[in-house]
T-cell receptor, first 114, second 113 residues
């Protein structure tokens, strides 16, 4: 079975540009998580969706960040405008309600904002 | 809210020796405790998990123990091999409600050949 698929794997962009990260959930999963990983803060939960509905977005750092689930299997995380301090690895993860709460991570999108 | 502390932050062991990583949590309502392994350039991968109705769980060279009273749980790796070198994260969560994982800060394990 295919795991969580993220794109792009690496992105280098200039400050002020819009960044869009994409995620495809594991087939049959209905919960979606966006995490950010940095050396300073470790793994931080940004937002959590269940059945396409945002349940907890308390981790979204600023209004520059937005996340959507246009359908049950796909999500985007957008940063507009991007800033150097947004440089991090962004992970998408998914799970299936009732499967015991196990979440599965994608390989991450490595973002560098210069 | 929940807080998870993980120790040590780095750990070096000789190949063949055992490694132990410890985590403590604060919220007594947490009842699910997964461990993830993250290799360089990759996403965290689940390696073992334990639920609060179990005190110990083993999977080949990996074991996890849970002490609900003391609110701590540990990862044990026996007969370590160079491919065990990675960053290991513990987490605490609940199997109902928000499904929110609180991660520890990670342990960088180096297995010396």
């Amino acid at each position: 079975d295919a795991g969580v698929i993220q794109s792009p794997r690496h992105e280098v962009t200039e400050m002020g540009q819009e960044v869009t990260l994409r995620c495809k959930l594991i087939s049959g999963h209905n919960s979606l998580f966006w995490y950010r990983q940095t050396m300073m803060r470790g793994l931080e939960l940004l937002i959590y969706f269940n059945n396409n509905v945002p349940i907890d977005d308390s981790g979204m750092p600023e209004d520059r960040f937005s996340a959507k689930m246009p359908n049950a299997s796909f999500s985007t995380l957008k940063i507009q405008p991007s800033e150097p301090r947004d440089s991090a690895v962004y992970f998408c993860a998914s799970s299936r309600t009732g499967s015991g709460n196990t979440i599965y991570f994608g390989e991450g999108s490595w973002l560098t904002v210069v | 809210g929940e807080n998870v502390e993980q120790h040590p932050s780095t750990l070096s062991v000789q190949e063949g020796d055992s490694a132990v990583i410890k985590c403590t949590y604060s919220d007594s309502a947490s009842n699910y405790f997964p461990w993830y392994k993250q290799e360089l350039g990759k996403g965290p991968q689940l390696i073992i998990d334990i639920r609060s109705n179990v005190g110990e769980k083993k999977d080949q060279r990996i074991a996890v123990t849970l002490n609900k009273t003391a609110k701590h749980f540990s990862l044990h790796i026996t007969e370590t091999q160079p491919e065990d070198s990675a960053v290991y994260f513990c987490a605490a969560s609940m199997t109902s409600g928000t499904y929110k994982y609180i991660f520890g800060t990670g342990t960088r394990l180096k297995v010396l050949a």
